[in-house]
């Protein structure tokens, strides 16, 4: 856990399985459980088992974790068989992004047709 901020986040509690989760996937480094509230047919959030606020403090202290998580929200996508469909992984960083938890995680969404994301940009913004 990083030092910038002590208390628990729900994802390590997950992780200790004090509380629930539809685990898909986990290897030594990582879990991957369903999102309770999901925003696709297939919504998994893809946690490190060390915990970083966000994905840049991820990647500046262990770059080889960070592909850990990239490589499991891969697993996740042939488990839930979307490779041949296509599926998008996500990292929101801070709260303008929609970062509630502030303990890195992956969302792995698929199994549908998946429409844009971010602020929708008029032609005439282009000016």
């Known amino acids: 856990m990083t030092e910038s901020d002590p208390s628990e986040t729900l994802f390590e509690r997950i992780i200790a399985r004090e509380i629930p989760a ?3 996937h986990e290897t030594a480094t990582t879990m991957a459980f369903r999102d309770i509230s ?3 047919d297939t ?7 060390t915990r970083y ?3 840049g403090e991820l990647a500046a202290a262990d770059p080889a974790l960070l592909a850990d998580v990239i ?8 488990l839930d068989g979307l ?5 998008r992984v996500v990292f929101n960083t801070g709260a303008d992004a929609g970062q509630t938890v502030f303990h890195v995680h992956a969302h ?3 199994g549908e047709q998946l429409g ?3 602020r929708y940009r008029d032609e005439a913004d282009d000016d």
Do not use: C, M, W
């Open 108 to 110: 792995v969404l698929g």
């Open 71 to 78: 490589a499991t929200a891969h697993r996740v996508a042939e």
């Open 22 to 24: 539809d685990i898909v």
């Open 53 to 55: 606020r966000n994905v």
């Open 83 to 87: 490779v041949d469909s296509g599926y």
């Open 43 to 49: 919504h998994v959030l893809v946690v490190p088992k």
């Open 38 to 40: 999901p925003q696709a």
């Open 116 to 118: 844009f994301f971010g």
